[in-house]
């Protein structure tokens, strides 16, 4: 069962403007991962839900985090169906991220009152998802759409919230485009996951670059 509420969860995005993606295998290396993002300032992760029993890493990497950080927003993304979406609640999923927009999931979400946040890509599917209860929509892929995109929704809907993800990175120049243009958080995997040159996650660099793109979110709002 969630911990948080979808207000609460919906407020930390507005508030860290940044939610990191990741996934492992391995639930030791899924630990480690989870310290170097928490050390790094965020309280928010998407485990995404990209191999086999990834449920099974999730639901222990949740009761670690439970314990060794309890104040760490544990949600899931990559869910494609409703019943993928029930499965992870019952692990204490508090938010639900999917690649398409599917009432079945919407539904689930909603019975629970857990935050959902589903991939569209046009106006009519953003405005749909708002009308099945959506606080804030995923853009996906977010490389193809651009800054633009986000600009133009806003402008007859201001009320519209977007958390673009895929070719969100680190970089100012990147996160400004993203922020200014009207972006309520950004998604960012690949970019702040970094490894070195043996193929391991560096983990004092995913720490250090989670720390630098929320400083950079926060100074970019501030200006």
Not at 30 to 55: M, P, S
Request: hydrophobic letters at 40%; proline letters at 5%; one cysteine or more.
């Amino acid at each position: 069962m969630a911990r948080f509420t979808r207000i609460e969860v919906a407020q930390k995005m507005k508030e860290q403007g940044m939610v990191p993606l990741f996934y492992n295998s391995d639930i030791e290396t899924a630990k480690k991962v989870l310290h170097a993002i928490y050390a790094g300032g965020a309280r928010l992760l998407e485990f995404t839900n990209r191999g086999d029993f990834a449920h099974e890493v999730f639901a222990a990497l949740y009761k670690y985090a439970a314990k060794e950080m309890p104040d760490m927003i544990m949600g899931v993304g990559s869910v494609t169906d409703g019943g993928t979406a029930s499965l992870y609640m019952q692990l204490g999923a508090n938010f639900i991220v999917t690649p398409v927009l599917r009432e079945d999931i919407a539904i689930v979400c909603n019975r629970k009152k857990v935050l959902w946040s589903p991939g569209c890509g046009s106006l009519t599917e953003i405005a749909r998802a708002e009308e099945l209860g959506c606080e804030i929509v995923k853009l996906f892929p977010g490389s193809i759409y651009g800054p633009n995109f986000i600009k133009s929704v806003r402008a007859p809907q201001p009320w519209t919230n977007i958390m673009p993800t895929g070719g969100v990175s680190p970089d100012y120049e990147n996160l400004k485009g993203w922020i200014n243009a009207g972006a309520y958080c950004v998604g960012m995997g690949s970019k702040l996951m970094a490894k070195d040159a043996d193929g391991n996650f560096d983990l004092p660099k995913i720490a250090s670059l989670t720390k630098e793109s929320l400083s950079r979110i926060a100074e970019i709002r501030k200006n």
